[in-house]
Nanobody
Framework: QVQLRESGGGSVQAGGSLRLSCAAS?????WAWFRQAPGKEREGVAA???????RYADSVKDRFTISQDTGLTTLWLQMDSLKPEDTAMYYC???????????????????WGQGTQVTCSS
């Protein structure tokens, strides 16, 4: 059973930055960051596979950067130029299957963290 633990959420003003981390209990082949705002569906933000291939939602492209350590046990999300609409609970999700092309759909991941809150005020 894989366990994930996120950290790094917080409150920032618009234009600020935050860095989220996700620690896994074992090496991961495909993982991603999702977010869910109150009253909205969970959406994929960024995904990466063990080859380092990445995929981003259009809404965060050029502002967010997903990365992982060489041991494939830590995932990061560097969030720059934050906007109020980025406010949400952010979740780390993992799969032991290596998606050839990183996927942003939640059905691609079997294991989820507990989430970390990101709040951006104007």
């Amino acid at each position: 059973q894989v366990q994930l633990r996120e950290s790094g959420g917080g409150s920032v003003q618009a234009g600020g930055s935050l860095r989220l981390s996700c620690a896994a209990s074992r090496d991961i082949y495909s993982w991603a960051w999702f977010r869910q705002a109150p009253g909205k569906e969970r959406e994929g933000v960024a995904a990466i596979n063990s080859d380092g291939n990445t995929r981003y939602a259009d809404s965060v492209k050029d502002r967010f950067t997903i990365s992982q350590d060489t041991g494939l046990t830590t995932l990061w999300l560097q969030m720059d130029s934050l906007k109020p609409e980025d406010t949400a609970m952010y979740y780390c999700a993992a799969s032991l299957w290596k998606w050839r092309s990183p996927v942003l759909g939640p059905s691609g991941y079997a294991t989820w963290g507990q989430g970390t809150q990101v709040t951006c005020s104007s």
